[in-house]
């Protein structure tokens, strides 16, 4: 069965070089994503396309060589990708990062042959949470035709996650909600195209520790103790439909 998602979120780190009051992740991790579980989830796994790619950490600058390995793979497998996104807090460059990216953008315009086509947005967060960025890291970043335009603004209280740090420093004023997590049925159908049969997945969430969730905006532990599997132990197909994802129910 190959695989069609809407979006994929690949967390490549779990470092960071900053401690914002607000991080939904909580306290950083020493853990990487690391070639053998990108290896493993490639060789496992039939992809046809991924409509959406979404990198994220931690701070995904501390880990652009396996930015840059990701999209070396879905390249050598011809995989479909109509755009890509990621944020970085501004405080450290990459070489390897971006050349993946170009490298990406590069691919997606010559398989989209259309060439006034803009399929990407590398963001630098500022808020009243995140330090200023480093100028010499926006120096470098200023000109590429998928950076966007720094826009400092205000997050408000109501837009705070209710996870990680921000829950431990009462930032949020929302409730914890972990029904995403554990709705993993919702977010894929089974579709036959031509005598070809998709697994077809809305989101999908792969952390830096290989581990497989079906949301991506709660903290490190939370994400971990609602896994659905883990890229390095079985196929994505596996852990949906041969009844491998252990029930989960909110604890
Ligand atoms: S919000 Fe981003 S930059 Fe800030 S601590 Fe969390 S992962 Fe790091």
């Not at 990487?32 to 995904?60: M, Q, R, W």
């Not at 200023?132 to 035709?145: G, R, S, T, Y």
């Not at 409730?175 to 997945?201: A, C, F, W």
């Amino acid at each position: 069965m190959k695989l069609y998602y809407s979006r994929l979120q690949i967390e490549l780190t779990r470092r960071c070089n900053q401690s914002c009051a607000h991080c939904c992740r909580g306290e950083a991790q020493n853990i990487d994503l690391t070639k053998a579980i990108v290896d493993t989830f490639f060789e496992k796994n039939d992809i046809y396309c991924i409509s959406n790619l979404l990198f994220s950490g931690g701070e995904p600058t501390l880990n652009g060589e396996m930015l840059e390995y990701f999209i070396d793979k879905i390249i050598e497998k011809d995989i479909i990708v109509y755009s890509f996104m990621l944020s970085i807090n501004g405080l450290s460059y990459s070489k390897e990062l971006i050349n993946g990216l170009n490298k990406l953008r590069d691919y997606i315009i010559l398989k989209s042959n259309s060439e006034g086509y803009y399929p990407g947005i590398l963001m630098i967060s500022q808020d009243q949470f995140h330090k200023e960025a480093n100028q010499e890291v926006i120096e470098k970043l200023k000109d590429l035709p998928y950076f966007s335009p720094i826009d400092k603004h205000i997050i408000k209280e109501k837009n705070i996650l209710p996870y990680g740090r921000a829950l431990e420093n009462g930032l949020s004023k929302q409730q914890p909600d972990l029904s995403n997590l554990t709705n993993y049925q919702k977010s894929y159908k089974i579709k036959e195209y031509e005598g070809t049969t998709y697994l077809v997945i809305d989101y999908q969430y792969i952390s830096a520790n290989g581990n497989i969730i079906n949301n991506g905006c709660e903290s490190y532990d939370l994400m971990d103790e609602y896994a659905l599997g883990n890229v390095q132990d079985q196929s994505i197909e596996e852990i949906h439909l041969k009844n491998q994802v252990k029930k989960l129910t909110l604890k």
